[in-house]
Structure formats: C-alpha cells, structure tokens
C-alpha cells in the first residue's frame, strides 16, 4: 500500500517573507555589500554611480537600514528624544516644531514621546529612549521622577531641559519663571483696580508654581480672599465653563477670574456671556499661553505671552552644540537661558 502523501490545506499561509538584507540590496545593484554599507554611512567614499545603483536597489527591494546597528560602529544614532505633556492643545505646538526643524537642519531626527504630565510616565519614556541611545533628550519641564536626574547625568547624554527656571538643572536649561508669571498676572489685574478674585487652574506643576505667584501679589496687597477651583490636565475649554457655573452658582461673588490656561479662559468668557455676565464690564478674564485663537475671540483674551518657538530653537541649538562637543558640563555652573514672557492686554481684562 502506497504512503498517502499528507494533504494539503485548502487555504495554505504564505511562508514568512524575510526583510531584504544588506546583502540582497547589494545582489540587486550589482556592487560589494561593503559598497552598499559605504552609501548609507560614507557616502563621500563612494562615486555618484554607485551611490545610484545603491539607491535604486534599495527602492527595489524595499530595504531598511537598521539604523542602531549603522550607530554602534558611528556612535551615532542621528536620533533626538523629545518629552513633551500633551499635544491635546497647541500649548507647545511652537516648541515642538521649533525643535524638529532646527536639529532637522542639522541631520537629525525627532522622537516625541507625550508623558501626560505623569513623572512615572516620563520616567518610562526614559527608560525605553536610553535603551536605544539617542544622541540628545530635550525634556519638559525640570521636575522629574527620583534619581532620573542623576541616570541621565551618569548616561553622559547631552540633555536640555525646557518651559521651566530651576537653579540646579540637569544640564542646560532654556525657559521662563511660572512663579514670576502668576505674580506678574496678579500685579497686572491688581493695577487695573480688580479687588475680588476668583481662579480656574489646572493641577501640573507648572501650573500651580504660576498660582502661587498669582495668590503672592494678592497677598502682598492684602487680599487673602480667593475663590478658586483646580482642574485636571491637560484643561479644556469644558472645564472653564463647567467651573464658572460653579463658581457663580455657589454664591462666590468676584470681578476677575485668574486662568490657568487660554484654554480655560476662553471656556470661562463663553459660560460668562451665556449667564450675560458682560466681560470685561462685569467679569475681567485673564489666561496664559496666547494661544493661536487668543486674539480672534469675543472678547480676545488677555493673557501672558510665552515664547515657544524661541524656547524650541534655543533648546534645539544648545543640544547639538553639546552633540558636537560632548565635553562634559561642570555641575556647579550649567547654563540656564531666561526666555522671559510678556503681558498682552486685550479686551477681556
């Protein structure tokens, strides 16, 4: 009796195709793997006819370089880590294009990573980012989970920490004082005769330093009455509207709200003239960030200003300069680069 030959399945699964190889790139082109490696990493070695026929197989086959491998031998990886909380809104949209753009024109590319104003989150995002070996990390903000600060500076990574002062970064430092904002914000309303206050302000750090510096400058005019109510991040222009309501229909009674953000400003001035509360008139509205819309709505916000693009393109520079000169930073003196801020009065207070 003659062996059954073992059927075969009506629906038979293709058999893994493997990724092209360096070497089937080289078969494709007709030239030396060593010449293929060559064009991807010294192009200058090679002539212009081989860097083609390269290039060719390369679209032929569909090839990817492993770009970790091409780093271990150049001790480069052309890759720039960014953090980043949120791009829920364009808070720092400038910032990040910014930064892309800048090390783009230098030949590097960006990896954004979001941590969701999570130091666990950040710390994670770190973990995974060293494993790879990026050239440069760019971070916001300079509170960061324990001992994060000292695994970078061991790492011997260029880092460039950004939105934020501290005295004591990790390296390089390129922001503004929140603390000074909310003083300057409280001065600003202070000067134009507002004496009952109210606040709606997100729960990040960053946040709640520009709070304190907002309920300071009430202090120091003797104003320690201030109806305030903290929100989630990232803020939304639902919760402006949501936390007037409540605000205002607790009984608190105030002239002027202190925003966290544009984004809970406008959300505040949209609640405020459903109820016909007239803004400025009855209700001075201020915000912070000077978001694309802050100056196109009804009222336009008055809010404070900040220089993103600048914080990204500063933050971008100082990176790859300690990227082409990775000399190590003396810790008792890093450089800290004061973008500042400004008040931009409009019609809403």
Not at 244 to 261: M, N, R
Not at 288 to 301: K, Q
């Amino acid at each position: 009796m003659k062996d059954k030959k073992p059927k075969q399945s009506r629906n038979p699964q293709k058999a893994h195709k493997k990724a092209p190889t360096l070497i089937d790139v080289a078969k494709v082109a007709g030239v030396s793997p060593i010449s293929v490696s060559r064009t991807l990493n010294q192009p200058e070695l090679v002539s212009e006819e081989i860097q083609q026929k390269v290039r060719d197989a390369i679209t032929r086959t569909g090839y990817v370089p492993n770009m970790l491998a091409g780093s271990l031998a150049t001790r480069s990886s052309r890759l720039v880590a960014l953090i980043v909380p949120t791009i829920a809104n364009s808070i720092f949209a400038d910032t990040v294009q910014a930064i892309t753009d800048t090390l783009a024109q230098a030949g590097y590319q960006t990896l954004l990573g979001l941590s969701a104003y999570d130091k666990g989150r950040e710390e994670d995002l770190l973990k995974a980012i060293l494993g790879n070996r990026p050239d440069g990390i760019i971070l916001t903000g300079t509170s960061h989970a324990d001992g994060i600060h000292e695994r970078l500076i061991n790492t011997r990574i260029p880092v460039v920490e950004t939105w934020d002062l501290a005295p004591n970064p990790i390296d390089t430092l390129v922001g503004f004082s929140h603390t000074d904002v909310g003083r300057a914000v409280g001065e600003y309303l202070l000067a134009k005769g507002y004496r009952r206050f109210a606040s709606v302000s997100a729960n990040d750090q960053r946040a709640v330093r520009r709070f304190a510096g907002f309920t300071a400058a009430l202090r120091d005019a003797g104003i320690d009455n201030l109806a305030s109510r903290t929100v989630p991040t990232p803020a939304r222009f639902r919760q402006g509207r949501e936390n007037l309501a409540a605000l205002l229909d607790s009984g608190e009674t105030f002239d002027a709200v202190y925003c966290s953000s544009d984004t809970l400003a406008h959300g505040v001035i949209a609640e405020a003239l459903h109820r016909n509360i007239r803004v400025p008139e009855d209700l001075a509205v201020m915000g912070f960030g000077n978001l694309d819309f802050s100056a196109h709505t009804y009222p336009a916000i008055s809010t404070v200003g900040i220089k993103g693009a600048e914080i990204g393109r500063l933050a971008a520079e100082a990176l790859i300069a300690k990227m082409d000169d990775p000399a190590p930073t003396d810790s008792s003196s890093p450089r800290i680069i004061d973008v500042g801020f400004n008040i931009l009065e409009r019609e809403s207070a």
